[in-house]
């Protein structure tokens, strides 16, 4: 790997954790900076899943003021996590590479508009309160689960329904909500990049300048989502998703 790949990747670390703590779509950063050093899809995305633990790290130890007082509920939230992330990295590992090349487009571009047709956190979190109150709903863990099992998959978007989720079954503020789902998703992708060591093929060589730029953007993800304006951001973050759809779908289908 050149000096040139080596910096790229660790600003699309960089990226990718700012990226995913804002709207919750770090692979959109993460898996083309990965394609472009040329690994393949499937390669770049085990290699991806255990890159971004690093973002997981660094935005919970950014998070711990809006974590206070949720310990009851992420016990169950981190479980279903941690088994829907299993159950992702599986399914991977046995879907034929080519089926997952020409999946991908599909995935990202609809990962993109499920942020352009999110409505503001605001508006979901209050609705939440309306609705639940002080306990959380039954379906939340359930849903959870779900969502753990795509992002252990691909991920892409992944913290983007699972916020949505969270941000409507508790009806807690962004920044609570956010931190929330940092901790969970930070199990699914912890227990998929365990699978793939053992399992797959990693490529350490852009696996280690992807996470150590993951750590930092990680770190300073919470800080960024207390003051950015993040409807602009998400929106320009989708545009980006739905553009880089159309490339890697020419790709995969031509």
């Known amino acids: 790997m050149s000096v040139l790949e080596w910096l790229l990747l660790v600003a699309a670390g960089v990226g990718a954790g700012l990226t995913g703590s804002i709207a919750g779509l770090a692979s959109l950063v993460s898996y083309p900076a990965l394609l472009a050093t040329g690994l393949p899809p499937v390669t770049a995305n085990v290699t991806n899943t255990v890159a971004l633990v690093l973002t997981s790290v660094g935005s919970v130890s950014a998070s711990r003021p809006e974590l206070a007082g949720q310990g009851r509920r992420l016990v169950p939230l981190v479980v279903a996590g941690a ?59 359930a849903l959870t689960g779900l969502i753990a099992v795509y992002g252990g998959y691909f991920g892409a978007a992944a913290g983007v329904l699972l916020l949505a989720t969270v941000l409507l ?20 992708n912890a227990v998929a990049a365990v699978g793939f060591i053992v399992l797959a093929d990693v490529a350490w060589s852009a696996a280690l300048p992807l996470a150590l730029g993951c750590l930092v953007g990680g770190r300073l993800g919470p800080r960024v989502v207390r003051r950015a304006p993040q409807a602009l951001l998400r929106r320009l973050i989708a545009v980006a998703g739905l553009a880089l759809a159309v490339v890697l779908a020419v790709d995969a289908y031509r």
């Open 169 to 188: 079954g508790t009806g807690e503020a962004l920044p609570r909500s956010n931190a929330l789902k940092n901790v969970v998703l930070g199990s699914a």
């Open 83 to 141: 088994l829907g992330g299993t159950a992702g990295a599986l399914l991977l590992l046995v879907t034929p590479a080519e089926a997952f090349e020409r999946l991908v487009p599909v995935l990202i571009g609809a990962a993109a508009l499920a942020i352009l047709l999110q409505r503001p956190p605001a508006e979901l979190a209050a609705e939440g309160r309306r609705a639940h109150g002080a306990r959380d709903p039954w379906w939340l863990v």
